[in-house]
Nanobody, 126 residues
């Protein structure tokens, strides 16, 4: 079970940190991803992090503004979002896939993730 938290309402230019916690004892065996879905749009890839935390990837739209990290001791993955824009408004979902994806393209594909959180709303006002 994945549980996201940290969403909310923020002004453009502001920051939020999302957290995704799991109670599973094998968290370190799962690559983690963040995806988002805006109203009327398809779910899209935001960021992903590998098992050890050293490998990360970001969507071009958030590169340089968002960072992803994980604390395997706390079974938690984080998404730090800075310089937020109104177009970042969406429901943000964390997801887990067993072991690392075989390619960067696969890591960006939501179909490869086995477990999903319930989502947390992020709203950025202009």
């Amino acid at each position: 079970q994945l549980v996201e938290s940290g969403g909310g309402l923020v002004q453009a230019g502001g920051s939020l940190r999302l957290s995704c916690a799991t109670s599973g004892r094998t968290f370190s065996l799962y690559a983690m991803g963040w995806f988002r879905q805006a109203p009327g749009k398809a779910r899209e890839f935001v960021a992903t992090i590998g098992l050890s935390g050293s490998a990360t990837d970001f969507a071009d739209s958030v590169k340089g503004r968002f960072t992803i990290s994980r604390d395997n001791a706390k079974n938690t993955v984080y998404l730090q979002m800075n310089s937020l824009k109104p177009e970042d408004t969406a429901v943000y979902y964390c997801a887990a896939r067993f072991y690392n994806a075989p390619s960067p393209q696969a890591a960006r594909n939501s179909n490869g993730y086995n477990y999903w959180g319930q989502g947390t709303q992020v709203t950025v006002s202009s």
